[in-house]
């Protein structure tokens, strides 16, 4: 049986983000990487780039070519790990092999969730937009004369939708909720968004859904019906928990983990959208299923792993997204008073309560949000800083002297 | 490492570093000719709140939280401790100005990537311009500690 110091089940940014923490304290313990999808990883929000034509595959790779070999780890890639014996410290994969570890990471990521749609099995042409082979085969789908059909408005059918729009016939898109972008936009922001989606071609359907599917047909709840040639579903995700909760470790809606990202069970940890973090701006465990979160959360699990004393801290949510040259900007929770701008092109609305910034919603505001977004992430009270003067253009000089000494006048 | 920081009572908000800048990465060997009747886009950005004035550019933070939160891994901390941003491998979504507290990653004016200071290092001025010619000594490039 193969023994490794460190082994890592999932491939994507927790993983990367894992051995780059396990590094910075421990340069030799051998890493084993078990990875499902049959490549190195890749920026997983870049494939609807990808079907734009503003990537490729190459330049997907989150990581240098030489990075596995550079940090000494194993991968064992195509591959699905099945089982986590916790008493053993053992791992089996799919094709009988056991592997030993010492230390364990968990960081299998979400996998696409559609409910049960009746008559789904006669839609000739269907795809999800969550991996490289996703966007592939969509690829390869892809004609002039085809129409699409996308459920879920959300962020992973919409940049869908941006990445195909000039490529097909026409696109039409339904969802349960009655806008667009529901988990991180308000009405104000959505209906901004929606125009623009639709200036490029977008036909929605809101609080609408598929009834019955008939071939290239869907019946919507409404009465309406749909005419469609490719159907991409992108309803929801859920985070792959079954190896920890099989194995009898803590699950809620995530894998349960601490600060440090450990597990309840020994020498077992989790990061990445398959667990849950502390969402500072709700006060809330939650799953926060973000690239950046991925990231944050696999290099505190990966320092710990190998004895170092990382903490995960200020998580929250926070996503910044374009379509067609409109960028969204979005954090925290939407509650407390509300300041707000709105021009033509551009909206800001500033969620503050209790002396805090509690959230934020920017639209073609990008410059300095950073600052809104420290002041969300570290809590500070709005009264020791003037946010007269934030709310209106965020700046240093709306902090203290001694804040502007110690952030640009010391090694940071 | 050696980084720019930041004299904030010497500086006069001339903005002279900004123009220095712009100037620093056009590829264009003359200053006029680089900089007369267009905008410019620079990567530091100087501040003026009544008296208070001073430049904001790159940290190059000890642990960049652009870096980190990077969806396509087009920024990286080079063992020189610089942090560098791949404009061919940024699909421009700009997470990185969304989480950068100083406001120092800034989108292009073209749109499609992120802009930051690199310390001169990718043009051809060999050490950061801006400091080269701050007229008052409001921007040093030199090693410090960090606050205690």
């Excluded at chain 1, 809104?372 to 965020?394: M, N």
């Excluded at chain 2, 969806?71 to 941003?85: E, F, N």
Aim: hydrophobic share 40%; aromatic share 8%.
């Amino acid at each position: 049986m193969k023994k490794y110091t460190y082994v890592i089940i999932g491939g994507s940014i927790a993983a990367v983000a894992a051995i780059e923490g396990i590094r910075s304290e421990d340069k030799k313990g051998d890493i084993l990487v078990i990875g499902e999808e049959p490549c190195r990883a890749y920026g997983r929000p870049l494939i609807s780039y990808y079907l734009l034509g503003e990537t490729d595959l190459a330049r997907m790779d989150y990581r240098p070519e030489t990075f596995y070999e550079e940090n000494g780890v194993a991968l064992r890639l195509g591959v699905r790990a099945e089982k986590i014996d916790p008493a053993k410290k053992t791992v089996t994969l799919a094709d009988g092999e056991k592997i030993d570890y010492e230390k364990l990471l968990v960081a299998t990521g979400s996998r696409p969730f559609d409910p049960p749609m009746e008559g789904i099995e006669s839609v000739k042409e269907r795809f999800r937009f969550m991996t490289k082979a996703d966007a592939l085969a969509l690829d390869k789908a892809l004609s002039p004369e085809k129409r699409v059909l996308i459920m879920g408005a959300g962020l992973i059918g919409l940049k869908c939708f941006e990445g195909i729009a000039s490529r097909v016939k026409s696109v039409a898109i339904a969802d349960l909720a009655g806008r667009i972008l529901p988990s991180i936009l308000d009405e104000t922001g959505a209906t901004m968004v929606q125009r623009t989606l639709e200036e490029h071609g977008a036909t929605f359907y809101l609080s609408d859904s598929v009834s019955r599917f008939e071939g290239g047909t869907a019946r919507l709840k409404s009465g309406k019906s749909l005419d469609f040639d490719i159907l991409v579903t992108a309803i929801g995700v859920r985070p792959n928990t079954e190896l920890i909760k099989e194995a009898g470790g803590e699950v809620n809606r995530g894998i349960a983990v601490d600060e440090c990202g450990r597990t309840s069970l020994p020498d077992i940890f989790a990061a990445g959208d398959c667990a849950e973090s502390f969402d500072v701006a709700s006060g809330t465990k939650k799953v926060l299923a973000l690239l950046p979160n991925a990231s944050m959360q696999g290099r505190v699990a990966g320092a710990n792993m190998a004895g170092g004393k990382a903490k995960l801290e200020n998580a929250l949510p926070f996503n910044s997204i374009g379509f067609f040259g409109t960028h969204v900007m979005t954090a925290g929770v939407y509650e407390g008073e509300i300041y707000r701008e709105k021009t033509e092109r551009t909206y800001k609305a500033l969620f503050t309560k209790d002396d805090l910034l509690k959230g934020f919603i920017l639209i073609n505001l990008p410059e300095r949000a950073g600052i809104y977004l420290k002041l969300l992430k570290e809590h500070i009270p709005l009264s020791k800083v003037d946010f007269e003067a934030l709310k209106t253009s965020p700046a240093w000089s709306a902090f203290s002297p001694e804040a502007r000494e110690r952030n640009f006048a010391r090694e940071i | 490492m050696k980084r720019i920081y930041v004299n904030e009572k010497w500086c006069l908000g001339c903005h002279l570093c900004e123009y220095q800048c712009a100037y620093a990465n056009s590829g264009i060997a003359d200053m006029v000719r680089a900089l007369k009747g267009k905008a410019i886009h620079p990567r530091v950005r100087v501040e003026d709140a009544g008296d208070v004035h001073f430049a904001v550019n790159c940290r190059h933070c000890t642990d960049p939280v652009c870096v980190q939160s990077c969806i396509s891994g087009a920024l990286t901390k080079g063992k020189d401790g610089i942090v560098r941003i791949d404009r061919q491998k940024c699909v421009g979504c700009f997470t990185c100005v969304l989480v950068c507290p100083y406001g120092a990653v800034l989108p292009s004016p073209e749109g499609h990537a992120a802009m930051k200071c690199q310390l001169c290092t990718d043009n051809t001025m060999g050490e950061p311009n801006c400091v080269k010619h701050c007229p008052n000594g409001a921007i040093v490039y030199e090693v410090r500690e960090a606050a205690q």
